[in-house]
């Protein structure tokens, strides 16, 4: 086998030097009725043009040569070639977590820059060297807040990426956090009239997610002097990483969750992307996950180390701050290398240029009869719209002209069945959002 | 003092290049990446938005050439160790080859472009993937249904660990404890706690087993569960784990496997067959996808039939070769993340399995082999306190060292000078001063030759030259590093006003 670099007479030559007469001797302590008899019912083994086949085989079964509107928390942006070349070499790909500092101070060091990076685009103080992607990273900012504040009731936007708050929904039931939803209003942002103030009073946090799953931005700084006049902390969440080239960060916010997908990493159908945790520097010890600090060396040589391990896992055992242990360095490594090529102009050019898409298809799309935006509030690369049918109905049609439509509201909340999330970033040619805007007028067009 | 050894046979000096940080070669008007036209007209953002929703330029943001990003993290990789440049005896973690062929297939158009909220019908092909992946991992444990939601090995966790509590919830009680061994993974108690459970710590008995009269004593109507790390955290294969879970299973708990060594297993014996209940695998050790530094990894969970309707949201479903994602599950524990898992390293991990094939059994196989050959070569050199026989991974401990002040720590980082890896140290906590090795089916005789001799000669520099051994590596660009520093007065990210200082 192409992996294995030892021939048989070397296994021989190793078995005669343990003291073993046959592998089975090494296996002795496995009782004889659990040994397997037979060989295990895979596939395989396959040589390496097999196994491509194999994969290339399966690409053709999925959305090639399709244009896609789909946004909703996983963006398709330009990425350079760089980032993939720079972490397919095997000093990066093929090493472990650094705890040995003295021989991974490549890794620890490009972590200390992607925590710097976070800190600069949410407006925070510190940043963690990444959760696993925006949904764990929100639950884990809530659990955090839990732990701020002693409290255990949580007031949550229902415009919150949906899967978010299920997977919040799976955390929370067994630690006694009690969990309420807060709705939207015609502006598409969160209905401050519904809080109450008085349930507010005793609540860890209000948690919000700008741009939110209807595309709509928050107004963050209302929102934190709200939260914080009851004593609550803001936790804001961020599904589209890419605003904050030309959004205003969430400086006001207590704690920041970010999905990091936006900044350099392929969609990959769900995962791995990157998810960040940015605070107060007062709230650092209660973070969950890795941190990377500066030190020093006997001879005051700068360096980098794992540092207040005191919260994590390994030391502190069932009384640390979260059970996290691998995270998602080397796409947290994609991301730092891809925000260093876009740099300070390249990062508000792509953020300016999704909002000069997205309006003009927003604006094309309005022109069609019977389609009209459904909130006022300010948005950024998406905006949900009101169609005269179902969302779903014409999305089959779509599909027939290899378009993926936008993402139907009713999947997740029932009473919007006639309104679709549409996405469109820089990647997206004028000509395809013009082929989007001819299909569904063609479509309602016609009789149903 | 000499810092070179005749005897460091596999590494040599190097020049290295000093970097600092990007931030420090940032100067204003610099680029790495330009964007095409726009093709639609240009749009205000202050007027789009509203002037209080637009943010200023970011202060301290690097501006950098593309050759100046290359440099920058091409010189930063090689102050790294990888497997790619030698063994990584890493015990606990598994370092072992990850094929460049995974990294290809994972970046193919159609695969690497797909957006997990796309039709299933346009998404045959990804979910093809994972269901030619659940029946591999469901062959290899021999369990009856499978999750590949969760993102990692704590995260697999906690999902078992709540299907646990949910199917216990269904029965009336979701009980109150889950007993641990003390040889377990930190990950394990910090697990527990978040399904809501309490910990309850059970001594390894004088071979590092279970102990299994003590285990019939804490075993109770308030036990929901056991975790096992199976073979155990010092490489040993729990001899009497099918009268482990029939105790548990005749007071109505479960045994959970923390599969995080199946690498000794695999193609040898399946945990479905031996009594395990609920388990989850580490496709980042065992099924080769690469550690990157720290992740990602993926946590998959096999459980017998009896827990399957409680399993993560959303199922994959097969009907007449379509494949389909089910979410109407009434009696799901509900999401552990979003989407379905990390998909770019499931496929890697199925690229893995279909290399092998039913030839997995002879990783396996080397993987233990080199394991004993190093142990061999070793013993009567270092202090092995646990004598049973070896799977994986060998423990010893720094006893013999320790009367010449040198710990494993010391020998650990001296190793390093000899060009490998450090094996992990202090772990696990039932070995003081452990030295934990795992060298993996990944190296050939001659690595394993170099290694032992590696050790064999830092073994004799700590009788006859400690301080050289307390005071490396000698080779590597920083010595050790002020750690106590870094947690006391934390330095977490680089800021403009503190730049003064010079790269270095």
């Known amino acids: ?448 | 003092m000499s810092q070179e050894s005749s005897r460091i046979k596999k590494a040599g000096r190097h020049i290295s290049q000093n970097e600092g940080l990007i931030f420090e070669k940032s100067a204003p008007g610099k680029r790495g990446f330009e964007l095409p036209p726009l093709d639609v007209p240009p749009v205000d953002a202050t007027k789009a938005l509203g002037a209080a929703y637009v943010r200023d330029a970011i202060e301290g943001f690097p501006e950098v050439s593309e050759i100046e990003v290359i440099r920058h993290f091409t010189r930063l990789s090689t102050w790294n160790y990888a497997i790619d440049l030698g063994m990584y005896p890493l015990g606990s973690c598994t370092m072992k080859y990850n094929p460049r062929v995974n990294e290809f297939v994972a970046r193919l158009d159609g695969l690497a472009s797909e957006h997990p909220s796309q039709p299933a019908n346009v998404a045959q092909g990804c979910l093809r993937i994972l269901s030619d992946l659940q029946k591999c991992l469901l062959e290899i444990t021999g369990m009856d249904a499978i999750t590949l939601q969760p993102s990692a090995g704590a995260q697999g966790e906690l999902t078992g660990l709540l299907l646990i509590r949910a199917l216990l919830e269904s029965q009336g009680n979701p009980r109150k404890k889950v007993l641990i061994p003390d040889s377990a993974h930190g990950t394990n108690p910090a697990s527990v706690v978040i399904a809501g459970y309490e910990v309850q710590n059970i001594k390894s008995n004088a071979h590092g087993q279970i102990d299994t009269d003590h285990l019939r004593e804490f075993v109770d109507n308030d036990t929901a569960a056991l975790m096992v790390t199976n073979p155990s955290t010092i490489g040993v294969f729990e001899e009497r784990i099918a009268e482990i879970a029939e105790i548990l299973h005749s007071r109505g708990a479960f045994l959970y496997m923390d599969g995080a060594n199946m690498n000794a297993l695999a193609g040898i014996t399946r945990p479905g067959d031996f009594g395990v209940d609920v388990m989850h695998l580490n496709l980042h050790k065992t099924f080769s996808t690469p550690h990157g530094g720290g992740g990602p990894g993926a946590g998959p969970v096999m459980v017998k039939t009896i827990f399957e309707p409680y399993l993560p949201v959303p199922v994959l479903i097969e009907k007449d070769g379509r494949f389909a994602l089910d979410q109407n599950r009434p009696r799901s524990i509900g999401r552990v993340r979003a989407y379905c898992g990390n998909f770019g390293v499931l496929l890697r991990a199925l690229a893995y399995t279909l290399a092998y094939g039913p030839g997995i059994r002879q990783a396996t196989e080397d993987a233990v082999l080199n394991a004993n050959y190093i142990r061999k070569g070793l013993e009567g050199h270092f202090d092995l306190p646990y004598k049973l026989p070896s799977m994986h991974e060998a423990v010893f401990s720094d006893a013999r060292q320790k009367k010449h002040g040198v710990n494993t720590m010391d020998i650990a980082k001296r190793l390093i000078d000899y060009g490998f890896h450090p094996y992990t140290t202090a772990f696990p906590l039932i070995v003081p001063g452990a030295l934990m090795i795992e060298p993996t089916e990944s190296e050939s005789k001659e690595e394993c030759d170099l290694f032992i001799d590696a050790m064999r000669a830092i073994a004799e520099e700590a009788e006859k030259n400690p301080q050289l051994v307390k005071t490396a590596p000698h080779s590597t660009r920083v010595g050790r590093l002020d750690e106590v520093a870094a947690a006391r007065k934390p330095v977490l990210r680089w800021k403009p006003s503190t730049s003064g200082e010079a790269a270095d």
Do not use: W
Request: aromatic share 6%; glycine share 8%.
């Open chain 1, 1 to 448: 086998m192409r992996y294995l670099p030892k021939s048989d007479s070397e296994r021989k030559e190793m078995l005669r030097a343990i003291g073993a007469n046959s592998i089975e001797d090494l296996f002795s302590t496995i009782p004889e009725r659990f040994r397997l008899k037979h060989p295990l019912h895979l596939p395989g083994p396959l040589s390496e043009a097999e196994i491509i086949q194999y994969f290339q085989a399966r690409a053709e079964e999925n959305a090639r040569g399709y244009t896609s509107f789909l946004g909703a928390g996983v963006y398709q942006h330009l990425r350079s070639v760089v980032p993939d070349a720079i972490i397919q070499r095997g000093e990066f790909l093929t090493s472990y977590t650094p705890y040995q500092a003295e021989i991974s101070q490549g890794t620890l060091a490009a972590i200390f820059e992607f925590q710097t990076l976070m800190c600069q685009l949410t407006g925070q103080e510190v940043a963690n060297a990444s959760m696993y992607d925006g949904s764990t990273a929100l639950t884990e900012a809530v659990l955090m807040a839990e732990r701020l504040t002693d409290r255990r009731h949580v007031f949550i936007a229902r415009t919150v990426h949906p899967e978010y708050r299920q997977v919040l929904q799976t955390y929370a039931k067994h630690l006694g956090l009690e969990l309420s939803e807060v709705g939207f209003t015609a502006s598409g942002q969160l209905d401050v009239a519904a809080l109450d103030p008085r349930a507010l009073a005793g609540a860890a946090a209000l948690v919000v997610q700008s741009p939110n799953f209807l595309g709509v931005l928050e107004n963050l700084p209302a929102l934190a002097e709200i939260a914080h006049g009851s004593g609550a902390l803001l936790v804001t969440g961020i599904a589209e990483a890419v605003s904050l080239g030309t959004v205003r960060p969430p400086a006001e916010a207590d704690i920041v969750a970010m999905e990091g997908q936006s900044l350099g990493v392929a969609p990959s159908y769900g995962g791995p992307y990157v998810g960040v945790i940015a605070t107060r520097e007062k709230n650092v010890r209660q973070m969950p996950g890795r941190l990377a600090g500066q030190t020093t060396d006997a001879q005051g040589r700068r360096g980098f180390v794992l540092t207040l391990a005191t919260r994590e896992q390994h030391i502190r055992r069932e009384k640390a701050t979260s059970n996290i242990c691998t995270n998602e360095a080397l796409f947290a490594l994609a991301a730092t290398i891809h925000l260093c090529l876009l740099g300070k102009q390249g990062l508000r050019e792509v953020a300016e240029q999704n909002l000069a898409k997205a309006r003009f298809a927003q604006a094309e799309l309005e022109k069609i009869p019977g389609v009209k935006r459904a909130f006022s509030g300010p948005t950024f690369n998406e905006f949900t719209l009101e169609f005269p049918r179902s969302v779903k109905l014409i999305n089959a049609e779509l599909l027939r002209e290899k378009i993926i439509g936008p993402l139907p509201l009713g999947q997740s909340y029932p009473d919007q069945t006639k309104r679709g999330l549409v996405c469109v970033t820089e990647t997206m040619p004028r000509t395809e959002i013009e082929r989007l805007a001819a299909a569904i007028r063609r479509i309602l067009e016609k009789p149903v």
